[in-house]
């Protein structure tokens, strides 16, 4: 394993999101201190609980999960589509990297930003909830695997993205819906037959709780399955991310 050119690349990738913090820091603190304020200040008091658990903590695991989610995602698409795009990828094929060494770097700067991200949204949740963390082992390594996972999906989808309306079709039309259907808002057992069953086919709604029961120690699933589901997911972006890399899918003339 190249090591040098493994650090260099991911401190550059570090840098990259650094120099932008308005958008990697300040824009999800914002975003959440507003639905903090709406579903806490505002309707708090007006929403029952969840399981025995208020309204406004419940949904902190699934707004943290979301920041997570979209950071990491966002980090690896948007930089290598934009070293497609500038023509600068061309510096990284050429380098010493193999293909662990790259995915490594991209998807470790894309964990780190997400992490930052979910610790800073959780900060901001404890100033309105007196949340805590169940199982805190479990929520740090849970969090840092779906952040991987969609690391990968990020690098697969600017792999195939040729013009910018296509980087934008998986989070927009895909992650988008599946992010508010896995029940970040609600718990399943609100869902009226069938759609409780039909939400259980949604793999997000697995990822949530399992960042829930971390958090809360109460969850709409086993841990057993959240786990199994992260365990798919991450088998499923790994594989297709090696494959569409070592093949140099749309990145060479």
Known sequence: MNRVGLRTLFLKEVRRF??????????????????????????????????????????????????????????????????????????????????????????????????????????????????????????????????????????????????????AVFPNFILTPLIFLGGVFYSITMLPAPWDLVSRLNPVLYLVNGMRYGLLGASDVAPWEAAAVLVVTLGVAGALSTALLARGYNLRA
């Not at 902190?60 to 934009?82: A, D, E």
């Not at 293909?99 to 930052?116: D, G, M």
Request: glycine share 10%.
């Open 18 to 167: 650094s120099k932008v913090w308005g958008q990697t820091v300040l824009s999800p603190l914002i975003t959440n201190s507003l639905y903090f304020l709406v579903f806490g200040a505002a309707l708090g008091s007006r929403l029952r609980d969840v399981g025995g658990v208020p309204y406004i903590e419940y949904v902190v695991p699934g707004l943290i999960m979301l920041s997570m989610i979209r950071n990491s995602f966002l980090n690896t698409s948007s930089s290598l589509f934009q070293s497609k795009v500038n023509g600068t990828v061309i510096d990284i094929l050429v380098a010493p990297l193999g293909v662990r060494e790259i995915l490594l770097a991209y998807v470790s700067a894309a964990v780190l930003r997400a992490v930052i991200v979910g610790c800073l949204v959780y900060g901001v949740a404890r100033a309105f909830t007196d949340i805590g963390a169940a199982h805190p082992l479990w929520t740090f390594t849970y969090g840092a695997g779906v952040a991987t996972a969609f690391a990968l999906f990020g690098i697969v989808v600017a792999l195939w993205a040729e013009k910018y309306d296509h980087l």
